[in-house]
């Protein structure tokens, strides 16, 4: 009955799904923060449409919150549902085959930006609430949802808010659909995620550029310093040259370990196919599973500085700056290691030159226990819709409000998510499976079910 009501509602989901998709909720482009408001404000109808009790949206000075809850069951367990309403800039717009903001569905699946992260994902639990509603007339358990809408730009407010009204958002376990499978014969649930640290480094040499004739050979190049310094921050092997970053990695699990020894994803080659590189980089002395999920990395996502315009100019640029971010083990807090950071920098800077470190963004990693009761019962109705165990799998990208949930509501976060790794997140032509977003609404009906008997 469940099952039929949720493939009979699917098409009635997808309209709204693509209803939500239209509104181009750009985070990082004020200018389009009118759009995230307008994406918010949809969130908050459609939860109202759907019974819940108390609706209301916050942060009105910067970008919203939505926060609903319908708990009318003292002896039932809570879900705090949460996701994010805002997605990554679309550029570049000429690789987009269908444009990004008018969802399209080819060949079973929906392309759009947010029709994987975080939208698409969110109409998983939505879906299976709905459906339930339908059924049983009301949802199994006590229900709560948050969304945010900084979570692409790495913004602290949801953090905050989790801190601030913690009694209002206790709950039993948190239920995030923001992560994805090994792929779609290998079901499995998001273990860990890494933390983050972004950073801009500038660098000052001269006063002023200079003419690089006068002054070559006497004269500071702040942009030769920045690659001699990102040189000795990272090794050709793939070793960041920050000791503290290795010393908080947790201990690979049984569960894990007999998975990455079985390898029945075939990972390495997976990761060749979706990257189509000749080979991995990085630390080839380490698993992928590890490299990818567990252990630190370092990367530079762009360069400023000099002459980049046509033709050429002989100048010796007077400032250079760098955009350069860190992934941390899970369970390894930030701020230490943006000190750690920030003490490798002034260790490996050639010497002379003013150096400024500004972070841009910061956030922990976090653990969910495998075996944790609630993971169980999720473990549970994902077997029964993929029909096969789901597999632990870390996760190397971050949800920054997952460790506050962590630490400040102290309910394990269960991170089950539907994606896929070719979904293309954050590239042009993002897509959802829309068998991934059927069958997790599957899963997720079922999961609610068994947590309300
Ligand atoms: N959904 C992603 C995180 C993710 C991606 C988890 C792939 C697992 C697999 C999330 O929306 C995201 O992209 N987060 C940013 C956070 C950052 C801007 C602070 C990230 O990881 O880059
Ligand atoms: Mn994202």
């Known amino acids: 009955m469940l099952s039929k ?24 482009l004020p200018e389009h923060h ?3 408001r307008k994406a918010g404000v949809w969130a908050q109808k459609y939860l109202e449409s759907m019974g819940f009790t108390h609706v209301e949206m916050t942060g009105t000075a910067g970008l919203p919150i939505v926060y609903a809850e319908h708990c009318p069951y003292p002896d039932k367990p809570t879900v705090l549902f949460y996701g994010h309403v805002d997605v990554q800039p679309a550029d570049p717009l000429e690789l987009w085959k269908t444009p990004p903001f008018e969802a399209t569905i080819r060949d079973g699946k929906l392309f759009a930006r947010g029709a994987n992260d975080d939208k698409g994902q969110c109409m998983v639990w939505l879906g299976a609430l709905q459906a339930l509603k339908t059924v049983h007339g009301h949802f199994p358990v006590n229900v709560k ?43 499995s649930i998001c273990t860990s995620l890494r ?30 310093a920045l690659t001699l310094l990102i040189s000795r921050l990272k090794n050709e092997d793939g070793h960041i040259n920050i000791p503290e ?8 699990t049984e569960d894990e370990k007999a998975f990455w020894e079985a390898d029945p994803v075939n990972f390495t080659q997976s990761l060749h196919e979706e990257m189509a590189t000749p080979q991995l980089y990085g630390e080839n002395e380490h698993s992928p599973y590890a490299r990818t999920g567990l252990r630190p990395t370092l990367e530079v996502h762009g360069i400023i500085g000099g002459f980049v315009g046509e033709g050429s100019k002989t100048v010796i640029p007077a400032k250079a700056s760098v955009k350069l971010s860190l992934r941390l083990p899970p369970g390894m807090a930030p701020q230490p290691a943006l000190e750690a950071l920030t003490k490798a920098v002034h260790n490996h800077m050639p010497q002379g030159y003013k150096v400024d470190i500004k972070t841009h963004g910061m956030g922990a990693g976090m653990a969910t226990e495998w075996d944790n009761p609630y993971m169980l019962k999720a473990r549970k109705a994902m077997a029964t819709v993929y ?56 899963t997720m009906a079922l999961l609610l079910e068994d947590l309300g008997r």
Not at 6 to 28: G, H, N, V, Y
Not at 178 to 184: A, I, K, L, P, V
Request: proline share 7%; hydrophobic share 35%; with cysteine.
């Open 387 to 442: 029909g096969k165990e789901p597999a632990p799998m870390r996760m190397g990208g971050s949800v920054p409000v997952c460790a506050v949930f962590d630490s400040v509501l102290k309910s394990p976060v269960l991170l089950v998510g539907f994606g896929l790794p070719d979904d293309d997140l954050h590239a042009p032509n993002e897509k959802y499976s829309l068998n991934q977003l059927k069958k997790g609404m599957h």
């Open 5 to 28: 009501t949720i493939d009979a509602q699917f098409e009635t989901r997808l309209t709204e799904l693509k209803d939500w998709l239209a509104i181009p909720s750009i985070s990082a």
């Open 245 to 252: 970053l290795y010393q908080a990695i947790p201990p690979v």
């Open 195 to 224: 933390g983050i640290v972004y950073t801009e480094i500038s660098v000052q040499g001269g006063k002023t550029d200079m003419h690089s004739g006068h002054y070559g050979g006497v004269a500071p190049n702040p942009l030769h």
């Open 145 to 187: 949802v948050i969304l945010e809408s900084e979570e692409e730009i790495g913004g602290h407010a949801v953090d905050d808010y989790v801190k601030a009204h913690a009694e209002k958002l206790k709950c039993d376990a948190v239920i995030v659909c923001d992560t994805s499978m090994y792929n779609e014969n290998t079901p």
């Open 34 to 36: 009118a759009d995230v």
